[in-house]
C-alpha cells in the first residue's frame, strides 16, 4: 500500500479537496479525488498521488488549473504539480544512519525532542502561518527564503515547531546533520571554547558548524550582551547562509526588537521570512486541550464543550492551557469521579476555585468593576448586565467588560457570564471596539482612565 512520505501535508490536502467537493459536488469527489493524497514535496514539486490512470489523465487535464488555484490558496505558494499512480512511484532503496558528527566534543547533549512533530501541533488561525512556513523550511530543498524567524510571547510553540523541524528531517533526509540548540547553549559552549588555552585555532569551532547542515536556534534573544559570541555566531551565520543551508531561529521578540543585538546581526534575522505566533483564540484553545487530553491516554468526551471554552478562554498560551488541564485532571482523581461522570463547566470552576488565589487583584473584582462603571454613567448595575441594547447602556457594558479583561485578565466565557451568558465572540468584539476608540476617542480615554484610578484605590 502506497503511503504518504509527507503525511503532515493530509490537514491542508483536506482543505484542497473540501474546495472540490463545494465546486463539483461529491460525485465528482468520489469517482477522481476520493483516494487522493500528497505523495511527496521536493524541490517545489508537490506529487499528487491519485488511484487509477484514468484519474490522473482526468485531473491533469480537466482539474489541474483549479488544484492550482486552491494549494495557492491553502499553502500560500505555487508549486509544480506532478500526478502519480504506484507504477511511476520507484522501488526504494534503505537509507543509510544519519549522520553523526566526527567531533562530538561540542553540544554533547543537543537533542532532538521526539515528542514534537507536525503532526501534533495544532494548528489555528494563531500559528497557521508559522505552522506553514515551517513546513516548507522542513520538505523543500530549495528554500523559498533563509533564516526562517518565528517569534512570540513564551509557551506559543515556537520550541514545538522547531523541533517538528528536525524530527521531520530526521525522518526523511537521515543523512543530513541537523542541529537543534539554545543560544544559551551557544553561548555556553563558546564561551568555554575561547577559555580553554589549547584552542589557539578558532576556526575549528567554525569549522564545526561547517559540517551542519540544518541549523535550529531557540531562544535566540540571549544572545545580548554578548559581544565576542555576537561575532562568533555572526560568522558561523555567514558561513551556512553562504552554503545556503537553511537556518530556523525562534525569539520572543521581533528582530526589530532585540535592541542589545548587533544591528548586522539583526538585520540578518530580517533577510529572511519573519513569522509571528499569535496567543491562541478559543476555538484553537479547545483543540490544544482535546490533543492533551488524547495524549494523556483520557477521552474528551467526558468534557462538556461549555468547560472546555472557559479552559481555554482564561489562558494565554500553551504552557497555561496544559496547568489547567493537569489541575482538572488532578481533581477529578481527587474527587473520585467514575468513568461515567462528566467534566462539567461548574466541576472546572470548582477545581481552579479549590486553589485559586485572589490576592493579585486585592479589592478588585468583576463586580466591582460592574458596579463602579454603572455608577459612572449613571446607569444601575442590573441595567448594565442586562440585556438592553440603548447605545449608552451597550457603551457602559463594553467598557466594564474591557476594563474587567484589561485589568484582572478575566477569561472571555467567565466575562460573558457575568453579562448574562452572552458568547465570547461577542465579550471579544465588544472589548476590541473599546480599545479602538480608546485609541482614537479622548472622552473614552477619559472615562478609562478616571475608573482606573477609581478602582486602584481600596474602597472605604
Known sequence: MVKSKVPELEQYWSQVLDGIKTHHGFDTFNFFFADTFIYDLKNNELSIFVSTNLAKNIISNKFKDELNNLIKDVFQTEFVL?????????????????????????FPSARI?????????????????????????????????????????????????LNAIGNYLKD???????????????????????????????????????????LLIDDVQMLQKHTAVEGMFFTIFEDLTNDNKPI??????????????????????????????????????VQILKSKIRATGLSEDKYDNDALEYMASNRNNVRDLESILNRVVFYTVFKQLSKDDRITLDFVHEAIDSVKSNSHKGAVDERRIINEVADYYNFSPSQLVGKSRVLQIALARHVAMYLIRNMLDTGLVEIGRFFGGVHHTTVMNAIEKVSNMWKADEATKTAIATLKTKLKKKPA
Open 113 to 161: 525532542r521526539p515528542e514534537f512533530t507536525f503532526q501534533n501541533f495544532v494548528v489555528g488561525l494563531s500559528n497557521k502561518e508559522a505552522s506553514q512556513a515551517a513546513l516548507m523550511m522542513a520538505s523543500i530543498k530549495n528554500r523559498l527564503y533563509n533564516p526562517l524567524f518565528v517569534y512570540s510571547d513564551a509557551g506559543l510553540g515556537k520550541t514545538h515547531l
Open 248 to 285: 530556523i531561529l525562534a525569539s520572543d521578540k521581533h528582530p526589530d526588537d532585540l535592541r542589545e543585538l548587533h544591528p548586522r546581526l539583526t538585520t540578518r534575522f530580517g533577510s529572511g521570512l519573519l513569522v509571528n505566533i499569535l496567543k491562541p483564540d478559543v476555538p484553537t484553545g
Open 82 to 106: 506532478k500526478f502519480i499512480v504506484e507504477d511511476d512511484i520507484p522501488v526504494l532503496t534503505t537509507p543509510t544512519k544519519q549522520q553523526t558528527t566526527d567531533d562530538d566534543s561540542y
Open 172 to 214: 526523511n533526509s537521515p543523512n543530513l546533520k541537523v542541529l537543534y540548540i539554545s543560544s544559551s547553549d551557544f553561548v555556553s559552549e563558546c564561551i568555554k571554547f575561547f577559555q580553554n588555552k589549547e584552542n589557539h585555532d578558532h576556526n575549528k569551532f567554525r569549522d564545526y558548524f561547517r559540517g551542519v547542515d540544518v
